[in-house]
């Protein structure tokens, strides 16, 4: 009798495999979803991504438990698909064997949905950084890493100096270019691991990840120049930008001190920039 039974007819993929990942049997939804052989050759050779899973599901510790997971797949059209797979090992005593069953429903859009919902919570939607409520949720971790690791980062607040005048004189359209313009700079020059985040109009705020204080000073001035050569239409000069720095966790073990020790700083270095490229400070005292 087919272990299949009444799942031949269901319209999501099911299969059924031996621990070594051969086909035993497979219902018509996954032959043709797949293109897959009926039995007798390895399951990875019509999906890949799956092959990964019967180890998982035999060993002891999970035999015979339910393991729901996503696993990526690519139709026989080319089409990249997503599969939310529940599976089970079960030992047969008649034949002394395990075998693993597995149902697999395609949940691609509502896997989609989903990335793009949280991409919209997370990101500004002008310059694709993280928005301001995102980059306080990291700035929070990243004290709480800093002062369980006893180890220091830096938390760097930019402003573009005479954003207002650029808007006035050049356009909202012109202002908006130089703001993405100004994300993808930051993105640039920064690694895998620091965060840059759009804090609120012309504001700006960046992680830098295991950075003391003196790394930090220079990342900023290497950052502010290199903004510096963003051009503004009609003008001959490239924006300028202020920063301040905070030191995690020495100057603020809390969210709101980090960025008000940052923006005072930033406002010190606007007050004495002089039309400077760059003008910093790493404290409103220093």
Known sequence: MSRLGIFKSISDPVLVVDSNGLLIEANDAFLSSFNAAETGKPVADAWPEIAHLWRTTTIPATLGALLRVDVPAIDP????????????????????AVVIAAVARDVTAERAGKTALELQATTD???GAYNRVQLELLLDREIRVAIRRKTASCFL?????????????????EGDRVLKEFAAVLHKNLRAS???????GDEFGVILTDTGRESGLRKAQQLAESLGRIAVQGDETG?????GLAQIPDD????ADLVEHADAAMYQAKRESDRSVVAWRSSPTE
């Open 239 to 243: 924006i300028t930008t202020s920063v």
């Open 157 to 173: 607040l930019f402003d573009v100096d005479k954003f207002k005048q650029i808007n006035d004189k050049r356009g909202h359209a």
């Open 194 to 200: 620091d965060v840059v985040a759009r804090y609120g």
């Open 77 to 96: 059209d080319g089409l990249k698909l997503v599969y939310n797979v529940s599976l089970s090992a079960v030992h047969e005593p008649a034949s002394d």
């Open 125 to 127: 939607s002008l310059t």
């Open 252 to 255: 603020g073990e809390h969210v």
